[in-house]
Structure formats: C-alpha cells, structure tokens
C-alpha cells in the first residue's frame, strides 16, 4: 500500500482520489486555525512556493480533534487561510485523522509511521497537555497533535512523519532531498 490507495474530501465534498498526485512529493500536513503551530501556515506557503514547480505538493488536511482548535466550517477555515497566510496549496475537508472514526488513510499512516517524540521547549509543554488524554502517548503510533506532518516520495512511499515540534529546517531539508 502506499498514499495513492486512498483518497480525501475536498472541501466542496467531492471525493479526491490521492493518486491524482503521483510522480509529486507530497507533504500532508493535520492542521487547526486556533493552535499554538498555526503560524506554521506561513512556512508551509513559503515552501510551497519555493517548490511546486519542482514537483511539491502539499495537502491541508483540518481537524478539530486536538483541543477543539479547528471549530470553523471548511468554508471559514479556507478564508481564514488564504486571507491571513495566503495558502494556495490543497485544502481539504475537515477530517478526523485518529481514533476510532479516523479516516482511513490516517489509519494507515498511524499503522506506517512512528512517533519519534516531541523535540525542545515546546515539545515539552505539548508533552503534558497529550499525556492528560493519553498517559501511554510515546509507546504508541497515533497521531498526537495538529500540524504533524506526513512525507510521500513520488511514488507515494511513506518517507518520514515530523511532529508538529519538528524544526522546520528538518521538514524543508527533507522535501529537498526527494525533489
């Protein structure tokens, strides 16, 4: 199995089969308007911009399932994004990404990908908030937060999977080296 087994909603609720992306990197990213990482937003376009030339795709998948941090419709998440960060990548409907109504793809990345740990400051205080809702959080795979973040070659293999702590000097370099 691999990413273009799967598809997404975008945000008119038309299904997007994820093999429309084939022979692109492509960066999946769970993200929320109302979080701590929501500036991350601004990275992201700037990579994008960067990069979609050279064969970068980059998929905005939503959730209101860490903290309640997404709590808009698709509609004002999208006018939120494009108006505040100026976003042009994929942006998809709002989707839970873990637990027992978890999309499927999502399923299969928390079964493909490990979770390496939080890094720095940051990370330490994102630590204590997830171990209240889940004290056993670093002995398993499942996606923690918003803003962690999936990386496919063009093949659509898994490459990595960053936390939404991940340096995103660490992100960029990455999507370089498959570019």
């Not at 990548?89 to 939080?118: C, H, I, M, N, Y």
């Not at 803003?147 to 496919?152: A, C, D, E, R, S």
Request: aromatic letters at 12%; proline letters at 4%; glycine letters at 8%.
């Amino acid at each position: 199995m691999n990413v273009f087994d799967f598809s997404l909603k975008k945000l008119n609720g038309q299904e997007v089969a994820l093999s429309e992306y084939r022979g692109k990197v492509t960066l999946l990213v769970v993200t929320a308007t109302h979080s701590p990482y929501t500036p991350q937003y601004e990275r992201l376009q700037e990579l994008y911009d960067q990069h979609a030339e050279d064969g970068l795709e980059i998929l905005d998948v939503p959730s209101d399932q860490f903290g309640g941090q997404a709590p808009e419709t698709d509609g004002e998440i999208l006018t939120f994004c494009t108006m505040k960060y100026g976003v042009m990548f994929p942006q998809f409907a709002k989707t839970d990404v873990s637990g027992e109504r978890a999309e499927p793809l999502f399923q299969w990345l928390e079964q493909e990908s490990k979770f390496e740990g939080f890094h720095g400051l940051g990370g330490m205080m994102l630590a204590r908030k997830v171990k209240q809702d889940d004290p056993d959080y670093r002995q398993n795979n499942k996606i923690k937060w918003n803003f962690t973040k999936f990386l496919f070659d063009k093949t659509g293999q898994l490459r990595y999977r960053f936390e939404p702590t991940t340096s995103f000097m660490t992100v960029k370099k990455r999507v370089e080296e498959l570019l």
